[in-house]
Structure formats: structure tokens, C-alpha cells
């Protein structure tokens, strides 16, 4: 789920004021850090969306681009010495440190932005900008919904007819959904083919972001509820206990049956998808379409022989499914969970008045959506008009993800209490997974120690 960046020097860039700028607007400077994105075209696309705000106001940006892994920990530090940029956005704010800033009051209420655009937003995006402020004990737009993303299920479709098995062969409801890639598609395909295919491929690891983020959609097939909108944690409720022994159970079961990699407890981000790309798992879950980015960038890169071109373009236009998940044990529809990259202005930040100017500039649907779609399909649009974007229904790939997203989105635990995204960077959810698989421990003791951290560390 999402290839792993390469380490990559800060670049500074700082980008000319236009000829024609007054003598006002010449002496500001407006100061953007910004994570890099997976694929060139995005930094281009963003660049340009720069260059044309200087080119209309005059003033002078000072645009400097971090390896995403790099944001937070550069960020922290400028916070931490009183130089913070005046804008600023990472892949991995909402994830881990939005919420804490917030609560903190060291983000600046951008409400006066936000609040007169909201009707341009889909449902669940603004709403995962609204963030607690600790002092003042209200919500309000401490960020700005930029991009999203969700997790989907991706397979191959040949591993599944080489198993002797269609795509309507495929049950859509919970249980018998797993069953069907672990006890039928893994035994056959192994016998037909004579390799040790696996038929899921589950992240389990515990430094990786893909291993809770795939648990946390059985946490939602089971319903359960482990925060309500007000931030109060429910995990003392019997029923949620219940919820999170049956979904644990499931999750490892897929492991204790031999249906995923014994290398999958050590899985880091995006071993999946290399795992998937080798063809030593039938299927995988994934949050971004990285895994058939990968097979397109193949098909259009001209430093690759025709052959290596043509077998990406067939993996990602024939051979590669994008799918939602089955209906719950319930029976209901599962609702994707939108995980909302968020940007933000800080507090301390110099110059205020000038990165809103920026972030009105920026949210213009004829600025942002060429950001957003510039990244292939891997971000999904956070406004309306974006959503409607022919892009989106350009192929079977993006269209799955569009469809998954119509079909509707919940939030994260830590939009309503900001400490989850301290247990999802502890991520005591692969922690008790290995509990079970690992150490032996059964299921509900497991569970048992879970909630007692969650009411130790979100209560």
C-alpha cells in the first residue's frame, strides 16, 4: 500500500516574483513545505499551481519539498524553535500529528477559510479537518481536506481462473468471502500450477501503517464502535469487546490456516505490494492504487523494452481486479474508511494572512484538481466537482475506486479523539496480533490487553 519513498534530500525552491508585481506585495514571502509526492507529475502539478498564484499576486513563494518520512520530524523541530513554515501539508498529519497539534493549540483556526467552501466538499472530508482544540474545548477547521484516500482489495485474475474459478464464482458476503481465497483458490491454484501461491496477503507487521489500516476494516465489519463523536472511548461496552475477539480471530486466523506469508508479521509499508507484484499472493488489501500504479508507469515508461510495456499495460487494463469489500457478517454493505490527508497553518506561522490568501488559491477546483489527478488515480478528489471528474470513470481501475467512495466513508477513531493516532503509531493492533500468532495468547486475552491500553492511553 503505497511503494516506499526513497530518501530524498530537501529541495528549496524558491520561484521568482512576476515582472509586473507591486512594490507591496514584492517585499512578501510566503513559505510552503510540502511532502513529495510518489510521482514526478504531482510536484509538477503543485509547482504550477505556485507559479501561477505568484504570477497573479506577485508575491515571492518559497516552496521547499521533504521526503514524506522527513515532514513530521522537520516540522516538529521548526515548531519546537518558533520557525514554522506558514503552510504546510504531509501524507502522514491526520495520521499522527494533526489532532495532537490541534489539541495543543498550536494550529491556527482556519474556519474563515473553510466554512464558506464547505458546501464543495464531499460528505466525510471537511468533517475529518474539524479538529478538538484542548484550550478552548471546541471544534473548529484546524486543517484543510486536501486529498483521500481508502482501502480496497486488489487480486489477480488470472491466479483465480488458473484455480479453476471465475469472478461471479467469488462469494460477497464475509466469511465465506475468505474461505472462498483461502480454502479454494489457494489449494487448487497450488495444484494446478505446482508454486506455493498464498491466497491473501495480510500485513501484519507491527512498524507498518498497512497492517492496522487492513484491521481496521474487520474492526468495521464486526460494527464495532470504539469512540463516539465526542471523543468518549467505548471499548468498555461487552458487545465491543465481543466485536474485537471475533474480528481478531478472523484476521488470524488467515495466518494460524496458512492462507498468508509467514513473512507478513514482518511486513513494513508496501511489502504487499511487492509481495503481490512477485505473484506469491492472489490477493491483497491495499489504500491506494499503488499496486496498478505500478504496472501503469511500466506501460508508459519508454526506457523499458516493448515486452515489460506490454506486460504492464495487460496487468493493469486485463489481469488486476479492484474491488471493495464483501458485505459484513451482518449482511449490511461495508462503508470505506476515508482517510483524509489534511494540510495545515500553524499558530506561529510569519506570515498568516498570506497562506490563506494561498489555501483560497489552492482549493480553486481549477487548482486542485489537476494536484489531485496528477497522482493517477493513488489520491481520490475531496470535493464534489472533483469526484464528477470523467477522470475518475477514464478506466475499470479508477472507477472501482470512485464507486467504493459513492458508496459511503466513516472516519478515523482519531478525528474525534486525537490520542488513537498514538495507539495506531504504537499500533497495538499488530501488537496483539502477534500476541495470538506469535506468543500463543488466546484471542480474548489478547483483546483483553488491547482495551486496557486503549483506556490507559484514550481514556
Not at 520557525?83 to 504531509?90: K, Q
Not at 497539534?101 to 468533517?127: C, Y
Not at 511487492?274 to 500504479?293: Q, Y
Not at 458485505?327 to 499558530?347: T, Y
Request: net charge neutral.
Amino acid at each position: 500500500m503505497g511503494r516506499l519513498l526513497a530518501a530524498i534530500a530537501p529541495v528549496a525552491i524558491g520561484l521568482a516574483i512576476g515582472l509586473f508585481a507591486t512594490p507591496g506585495l514584492a517585499q512578501e514571502k510566503l513559505t510552503i513545505w510540502w511532502a513529495k509526492g510518489l510521482y514526478k507529475a504531482e510536484d509538477d502539478a503543485l509547482l504550477a499551481v505556485v507559479k501561477k498564484y505568484e504570477a497573479k499576486t506577485g508575491v515571492k513563494v518559497e516552496l521547499s519539498w521533504h521526503a514524506a518520512q522527513e515532514m513530521i520530524p522537520k516540522v516538529t523541530a521548526a515548531l519546537d524553535a518558533g520557525t514554522p513554515p506558514d503552510i504546510a501539508y504531509a501524507d502522514a498529519f491526520n495520521l499522527q500529528t494533526a489532532g495532537r497539534w490541534a489539541f495543543e493549540g498550536k494550529l491556527e483556526d482556519i474556519s474563515d477559510v473553510i466554512t464558506p467552501i464547505k458546501d464543495r466538499f464531499a460528505p466525510n472530508t471537511a468533517e475529518a479537518a474539524s479538529l478538538a482544540n484542548g484550550k478552548t474545548g471546541k471544534r473548529a477547521y484546524y486543517a484543510f481536506p486536501l486529498k483521500q484516500q481508502t482501502l480496497h482489495i486488489q487480486y489477480w485474475k488470472d491466479i483465480l481462473a488458473a484455480a479453476g474459478f471465475k469472478e461471479n464464482d467469488i462469494p460477497y458476503t464475509w466469511k465465506e468471502y475468505w474461505a472462498f481465497w483461502c480454502d479454494k483458490v489457494q489449494p487448487a491454484f497450488r495444484a494446478s500450477a505446482g508454486s506455493a501461491v498464498f491466497g491473501v496477503g495480510s500485513p501484519m507487521g507491527i512498524d507498518s501503517t498497512d497492517s492496522y489500516k487492513s484491521f481496521l476494516a474487520w474492526v468495521d465489519a464486526y460494527d464495532v464502535k470504539l469512540v463516539d463523536e465526542t471523543g468518549k472511548i467505548l471499548v468498555g461496552d461487552a458487545k465491543v469487546r465481543q466485536g474485537l475477539v471475533d474480528a481478531f480471530k478472523g484476521y488470524t486466523d488467515l495466518y494460524v490456516k496458512g492462507c498468508t506469508p509467514t513473512q507478513s508479521t514482518g511486513w513494513k509499508d508496501g511489502d504487499n505490494d511487492l509481495a503481490f507484484n512477485g505473484r506469491t499472493v492472489a490477493l491483497t488489501p491495499n489504500s491506494s492504487l499503488s499496486i496498478v500504479g505500478k504496472w501503469l508507469d511500466d506501460a508508459n515508461n519508454d526506457k523499458l523494452g516493448a515486452a515489460q510495456r506490454a506486460q504492464g499495460r495487460k496487468a493493469y487494463d486485463e489481469l488486476i481486479a479492484t474491488a471493495g469489500f464483501p458485505k459484513k457478517p451482518s449482511g449490511s454493505p461495508m462503508l470505506s474508511r476515508a482517510d483524509v490527508k489534511l494540510g495545515v497553518i500553524f499558530q506561529a506561522s510569519r506570515n498568516k494572512a498570506q497562506a490563506r490568501d494561498f489555501l483560497k488559491f489552492l482549493m480553486e477546483e481549477d487548482n486542485l484538481r489537476p494536484y489531485v489527478e496528477s497522482a493517477l488515480g493513488r489520491w481520490f478528489p475531496v470535493t464534489t466537482d472533483g469526484q464528477k471528474s470523467v477522470f475518475w470513470q477514464a478506466d475499470r481501475q479508477r472507477k472501482s475506486i470512485h464507486d467504493q467512495f459513492m458508496a459511503g466513508t466513516v472516519l478515523f477513531e482519531f478525528t474525534w479523539n486525537y490520542r488513537f493516532a498514538t495507539l495506531d503509531s504504537e499500533n497495538v493492533w499488530a501488537k496483539a496480533m502477534h500476541r495470538v500468532v506469535n506468543d500463543k495468547v488466546p484471542v480474548d486475552k489478547a483483546v483483553d490487553e488491547l482495551i486496557a491500553r486503549i483506556k490507559e492511553v484514550a481514556g
